[in-house]
């Protein structure tokens, strides 16, 4: 079945520590975006990707690095430096750029030990 | 102030219809989307309307778009128990393919 992947489900960091989420799909979308979610504030865009080995900042990438080496995969890490990572965080994918449907990952829960 | 707005919470009883609003700012937003998100899962599109249209009807949701107000709303006829969750309204304008997301509506469904 095609879809998009993301793990783990459930992921604790500790201080001052990098943590990488993993976005895989298989859909052979173009573009892939990284969302951050927290209680009543919706979904702000961190980081999102129009082809291979292109990438560009969202409303909130401070803190947080992207890759795209390959078509399928998105991997998003987490630094250190950002202080405030406990959040729900979703990948999602698109066919092309241009207004069309996103197809969303069923999201990493990311908490702060 | 936010590009999409919403209402955080409805309340409806079971088999009554659901009425979830939501306005926006940008005259050229050229999509509108509106997704479900269930507790503890991602995202997935129930519906979306193109903005030459004023209304799209698919089985038990009835979109309707008032462009002049800037005014999107998602009818839910026969509310279920199911149907409880966050409801997100999102917008593509012409100049960025990037959607803009709503807060969300959480529509709690009791018997």
């Known amino acids: 079945d095609g879809g998009i992947t993301q793990s783990p489900k459930y992921l604790f960091r500790k201080e001052g520590q990098n943590v990488t989420l993993s976005c895989e799909q298989n859909?052979?979308?173009?573009?892939m975006y990284w969302y951050r979610q927290d209680p009543g504030q919706g979904l702000r865009l961190i980081y999102y990707s129009q082809i291979v080995n292109d990438f560009q900042k969202g409303d909130i990438a401070e803190g947080y690095s992207v890759s795209r080496e390959k078509k399928e995969s998105f991997p998003l890490t987490v630094t250190s430096a950002q202080k405030n990572p406990t959040a729900f965080y979703l990948c999602?994918?698109?066919?092309?750029?241009?207004?069309?449907?996103?197809?969303f990952g069923s999201g990493t829960q990311l908490s702060v030990l | 102030g936010e590009d999409v707005e919403q209402s955080l919470f409805l309340s409806v009883r079971e088999g009554d219809s659901s009425v979830i609003n939501c306005t926006y700012t940008?005259?050229?937003?050229?999509?509108l989307y509106w997704y479900k998100q269930e507790p503890g899962a991602g995202l997935q599109l129930l519906t979306y309307i193109f903005s030459n249209m004023d209304m799209k009807q698919d089985q038990r949701l009835t979109v309707l778009l008032n462009k002049k107000d800037k005014h999107l709303s998602l009818r839910i006829a026969d509310t279920q128990t199911g149907d409880s969750a966050i409801y997100f309204c999102?917008?593509?304008?012409?100049?960025?393919?990037?959607?803009?997301f709503g807060r969300g509506t959480s529509l709690i469904v009791h018997p």
């Open positions: 940008d005259s050229s937003s050229t999509y």
């Open positions: 859909l052979n979308h173009d573009a």
């Open positions: 999102a917008e593509v304008t012409g100049g960025s393919y990037i959607p803009t």
């Open positions: 999602a994918s698109s066919l092309y750029r241009g207004g069309e449907k996103l197809f």
